[in-house]
């Protein structure tokens, strides 16, 4: 099918810079998810892609071919759009054929195409109904029905189960990386929930401020966040970042965080002994943090704050020295607010980041 290849790309709307320098590379096959939050460039960048916006500069290839000055409809991509747009005149049949008859895709050819398409997404029951008689969930598959049938060289899916129930929507993840798996066809899908992202992608794009903040796995961008804006965007609850300082006692570095000594791992303590500065930004994922009822060494002493039990889980919030550390357990741990317990956090479990209130880049 197709690889698609970015280079420079920028895009300005007055003194807004909706994308900065963007520059990617999508292989051929990949489901690539850009995610970010509201106004951080994804759809600038998808219409980008599909033509329907010119750069102010860069480049966009298709495979070896420069497709930046072609028109959308020459660029062989099949675009779903934030909200979908169905026509609501029109039946589930007659939106699915649209753009082929646009194309002038003769009727028994286009009927074969919709029925075949129809079938794969289990809407084939519908195609006589209105598109306002059918479900919500129905409508998001024949807005996708209505992309696939053009048989792309590439998807670009913007938001595309935005406006699902939860239910549906983890339904629909399934549903649109298994697709997207059968058909082989390089995919690009915006979403601002990294659950949408962990669930379906191959790669992610983590976007602020058109710039992308760092390219990878889902596994790469929640082991190894590159900044602390990827670290607290990806992972609920959010991976907790606590202030500390680089300390060395007895030739061992060490960092001081919620007024304790906590120990780092060999593979560490190089790149934070060249750091410039003693402050650093700490982080640990509210799952890596280990509670025990009895105190031990380089353990934290705490007391529960909030207890929020989800079923599968508990969320419990301790205060610490001022700062507050979010720590999820198993629902069998149950601790009552004001409960005393002894926090374990292990050196492998932790990231360091540069100090400040934002984006601090990863140290180690
Ligand atoms: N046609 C336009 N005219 C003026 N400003 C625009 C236009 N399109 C986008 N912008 C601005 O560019 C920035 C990026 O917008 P974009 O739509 O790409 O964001 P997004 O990441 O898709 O956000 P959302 O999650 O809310 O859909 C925003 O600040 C937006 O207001
Ligand atoms: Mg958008």
């Not at 959308?72 to 753009?99: C, E, K, T, W």
């Amino acid at each position: 099918m197709s690889r698609v290849t970015l280079k420079h790309l920028s895009r300005s709307f007055g003194p807004v810079v909706a994308v900065r320098d963007l520059s990617l590379e999508i292989p051929d096959g990949t489901l690539l998810c850009l995610l970010g939050p509201s106004g951080s460039g994804k759809t600038t960048t998808l219409r980008l892609i599909a033509g329907l916006e010119r750069p102010d500069g860069g480049e966009v290839w298709l495979d070896d071919d420069e497709i930046t000055g072609l028109e959308p409809r020459d660029r062989h991509v099949g675009v779903m759009f934030q909200g979908y747009a169905l026509y609501p005149q029109m039946s589930v049949l007659d939106n699915i054929a649209y753009p082929l008859k646009v194309r002038g895709t003769p009727r028994g050819e286009r009927d074969i195409r919709v029925a075949e398409v129809a079938r794969l997404l289990e809407i084939d029951g519908l195609l006589g109904r209105g598109v306002q008689q059918i479900s919500g969930g129905q409508q998001q598959r024949v807005a996708l029905a209505r992309a696939i049938v053009q048989r792309p060289r590439l998807f670009l899916l913007d938001e595309p189960i935005s406006n699902l129930d939860a239910v549906l929507r983890s339904t629909m993840r399934a549903e649109i990386r298994r697709l997207q798996k059968m058909l082989g066809a390089t995919t690009v899908v915006v979403s601002h929930d990294q659950l949408d992202a962990l669930a379906m992608a191959d790669l992610i794009a983590i976007m602020k401020d058109g710039v992308v903040q760092q390219l990878g796995t889902p596994d790469e961008v929640y082991d190894r966040p590159s900044n602390t804006f990827v670290a607290r965007f990806i992972g609920e609850p959010q991976m907790n970042l606590l202030p500390a300082t680089i300390e060395r006692s007895d030739g061992q570095l060490g960092v001081r965080a919620l007024g304790h000594r906590l120990a780092v791992t060999e593979a560490v303590s190089g790149p934070l002994s060249a750091a410039t500065r003693p402050d650093v930004t700490v982080g640990v994922r509210p799952r890596a943090v280990r509670i025990h009822r009895s105190a031990g060494e380089g353990r934290v002493v705490a007391a529960v704050y909030l207890a929020a039990p989800e079923g599968s889980r508990v969320i419990y919030q301790f205060q610490i020295e001022g700062e507050r550390l979010t720590v999820e357990s198993e629902p069998e741990l149950r601790l009552n607010e004001g409960e005393e317990v002894h926090l374990e956090l292990r050196p492998e479990t932790l990231h360091f980041f540069a100090p400040g209130s934002d984006g601090g880049a990863r140290i180690a």
